[in-house]
Nanobody, 129 residues
């Protein structure tokens, strides 16, 4: 399994970036996809998750209303549209995949990094003030 995250960069406060996560080696639609981030000197934190069909999403309070998670199962790619970026959003952003092991699940459980089976490398987002 390979997850490749890209799309990070330097942006001014108030700007936007679109992060992508290209997956291979897995049945993409059977995976919950999540985005996490880790700022320098801080622990990795949950950002957003999306169900296998793309119909259900869940966000951390810190990004709700500003970030949008989506997926294209035909392209085996997940996205994170980050809008109204703030300096506090500066971090390495990671995508992760979790096998759906039950028909019944709650995306709130997928705030925990331990729920995920595979991780991509980080893509750095730097927001200048």
């Amino acid at each position: 399994v390979q997850l490749q995250a890209f799309g990070g960069g330097l942006v001014q406060a108030g700007g936007s970036l679109r992060l992508s996560c290209a997956a291979s080696g897995l049945f993409f639609a059977s995976n919950i996809m999540g985005w996490f981030r880790q700022a320098p000197g801080k622990e990795r934190e949950f950002v957003a998750a999306i169900g296998g069909s793309g119909k259900v999403t869940y966000y951390a309070d810190s990004v709700k209303g500003r970030f949008i998670i989506s997926r294209d199962n035909a392209r085996s790619t997940a996205y994170l549209q980050a809008n109204s970026l703030e300096p506090e959003d500066t971090a390495d952003y990671y995508c992760a995949a979790a096998r759906v092991r039950s028909v019944y699940y709650s995306l709130t459980d997928y705030r925990e990094s331990g729920r995920y089976d595979d991780w991509g490398q980080g893509t750095l987002v730097t927001v200048s003030s």
